[in-house]
């Protein structure tokens, strides 16, 4: 587990956008490396932070409430802190944490790490909340490193995206699911400027577009599919799994970088790896360290991907030989258990006495009457949970379940709100 301990770890979402799913992955992560994790769920609140936009007020009073908005997030994620314990805070990108917020759990000893999944020149406030981080996680490496180290956070490490083998994996797709998420060419994304003219250039090839922010494009209209809607998880692994080839063209802002010379490598590129899909998948001077050249075809022009598509649609057999390579590679060494791992290991060597300041409980097991003690080991495995996880772990962990109670989970409810009220008295 990279410490060797079971730890408390809470993972603070952003309230909307791209960093939103790889949180959840996180999570599902660090529950399988046997960790207890929790997720503040902050796009619960994202519909309230909307609707202050209806009000009909001046832009300046509006910004002054939802900075106040925010605040009130920030101290609803310092209640939840106080409540949970965790060892580690760990937020996404734009997760709503303010700097008062990370100055408080820094002053009550509890570590906090950012997993900067951005573009740190498109995306620049991270200038105003990294040093206020004990660990900050990025998807880019120098200058960005000696930036944030110019600024007062030397706690920086190279943590590239990932995939979640349970979520992408290899579909069988039904004829029926084929017509709605299959195409020769297929891409599934944002339509960023350089995309849009770039994909115009390739409608002579079987081109479906899969994604959202693609309206008032007249060349491209009849290629969108799904009626240019944001595409969820499930669907995009579906989409993935039906293409013959998918395209995985890095943005750019800049519509005359048709394909933008970049170093971070997007989340789509590890996905559709883990996926066993083909792809190919526009130049970045970062990805040769993470896959190999028979692993993923790369293009660095326009020009190159017109050969590149015209060859692979033709020769089905190196597609898929490139795929499992990828797939391979992508199980070993690119998942978001892997990152975890990392990172945890990460804010380890920087604090040598990380664990800290939460007193040891006793072991669940030990502490349950005999005829709960057999059943509760079934419900540790089913939890992923170590057998010498405390009582307070479970109880955590039980009321982070969705769903019904079992009758052993009320009882350990129960149980829990008795040693709180009685036993200590």
Known sequence: MGVGK??????????????????????????????????FEAPGFYGAFEALKTLRVTSDRLEYLENSFLQVVSQAISAKVETFGPDLVLA????????????????????????????????????????????FAVIQKEPFAHKLAAIGQPNVVYLPMAADPAVHRPLEISPVERRTYGAEVSFMGAG??????????????????????????????GRLRLGGRRIDTEEAVKIFNAATVNLNLHSSVLAKELVPAGDFVNPR????AMCGAFQLVSERTLLPELFADDELVRFGSMEELREKLAHFLAHPEERQAYAQRARARALAEHTYGQRMEQLLGFVARCFPDWPAGRQEAEAALAGLPEPLRQETAALLRDLSLPADVTFPDLIAAVRARQGRLTPLETSLLFLDEWQRQYAGS
Not at 98 to 121: H, I, N, P, Y
Not at 128 to 133: H, I, K, R, V
Not at 212 to 220: C, E, I, P, Q, R
Not at 269 to 272: C, D, G, I, K, Q
């Open 6 to 39: 079971t730890l408390r770890i809470l993972v603070i979402l952003p309230m909307y956008g791209g960093s939103l799913p790889v949180g959840r992955f996180c999570a599902s992560a660090l529950k399988e490396l046997g960790h207890v994790a929790e997720v």
């Open 92 to 135: 996404l990108a734009q997760a709503p944490l303010s700097r008062q917020t990370l100055k408080r759990l820094r002053r009550d000893g509890v570590k906090t790490a950012m997993w900067f999944v951005e573009d740190f020149q498109l995306f620049t406030y991270w200038e105003t909340f990294a040093p206020y981080y004990d660990v």
């Open 192 to 221: 960023y400027p350089n995309r849009r003219l770039a994909f115009a250039r390739l409608l002579d090839f079987g081109l479906g577009i899969f994604g959202s922010d693609w309206d008032g494009d007249a060349a491209l209209s």
């Open 269 to 272: 590129t590890f996905e559709l």
